[in-house]
């Protein structure tokens, strides 16, 4: 049977796997990933968990279909709440919104810290998000940028630290905390091509808001804080970019 094809937003999610790690996927929809996975010779065990019993029965026939029993195991389970602590070495999280990612991570959070890597793909909520992961002791290793349908993601590989304080041990002041929380630490470094396209495309969105309030009469108190807001946030992004 030919390989499993999937979207470039899944094949960096893949991609950012340690080779050789056993892996669970919360949150496997129709088991895509897993197959992926072990079809590549990126894991040699996962366990594929979904709340919903019809995308898991989905996953378990597509595991089927692709002779796979042996190496991936499909199970029902609300976040890690059917997981048993030590089965994985890495933790897929993805496709699913930022706040409900950061309740599977902290109400199961001896089983997370048992995790060598979490390879994380929020789709909402990013910057709080990350400051979650600062202030919940993990740190960010590795980040990923693309675009696919005009629309862009951001993937993080990150570990449990046991450090929740920004700049503790790197000494850095504040406003770069919070510039990391925002826009990612390895990004900010990385600059890549799609960051850096992400970067001009919100610059020309929050002009384009500063000359609309500009352009309006009668410059009352509230639209003036408004348009100090959005000047804070321009600053902040032609920061990233240099």
């Not at 056993?22 to 590549?40: E, K, N, R, T």
């Not at 499909?74 to 699913?96: Q, W």
């Not at 509230?222 to 992004?237: H, I, P, S």
Request: proline content about 3%.
């Amino acid at each position: 049977m030919r390989p499993v094809a999937l979207s470039e937003r899944l094949r960096t999610v893949a991609g950012m796997v340690t080779v050789g790690n056993a892996v669970c996927d919360v949150g496997c929809d129709h088991g895509f990933v897993p197959i992926y996975l072990v079809q590549q010779g990126i894991s040699p065990k996962v366990i594929a968990m979904d709340l919903r019993e019809g995308p898991l029965r989905a996953a378990r026939e597509h595991v089927a279909a692709y002779g796979l029993e042996g190496q991936i195991v499909t199970r029902l389970s609300d976040g890690l709440h059917n997981y048993e602590k030590n089965e994985a070495d890495t933790l897929i999280c993805a496709g699913m919104g930022g706040g409900l990612m950061m309740r599977i991570l902290a109400e199961n959070r001896e089983k997370t810290d048992s995790f060598r890597e979490l390879i994380l793909q929020p789709q909402s909520e990013v910057e709080k998000f990350r400051r979650f992961l600062r202030e919940s002791g993990y740190r960010i290793l590795d980040e990923e940028m693309l675009r696919e349908d005009g629309k862009f993601y951001q993937a993080i590989r990150a570990a449990s630290a046991g450090n929740g304080e920004c700049g503790k041990e790197a000494r850095i002041d504040e406003e770069l905390c919070k510039l990391q929380d925002r826009y990612g630490p390895v990004l900010l470094q990385k600059k890549t091509p799609v960051f850096l396209a992400f970067l001009e495309r919100e610059a020309a969105l929050y002009e384009e808001i500063l000359e609309n309030l500009r352009k309006q009469e009668g410059m009352d108190e509230r639209r003036r804080e408004r348009v100090g807001q959005v000047e804070a946030l321009l600053a902040d992004n032609r920061r990233a970019q240099n």
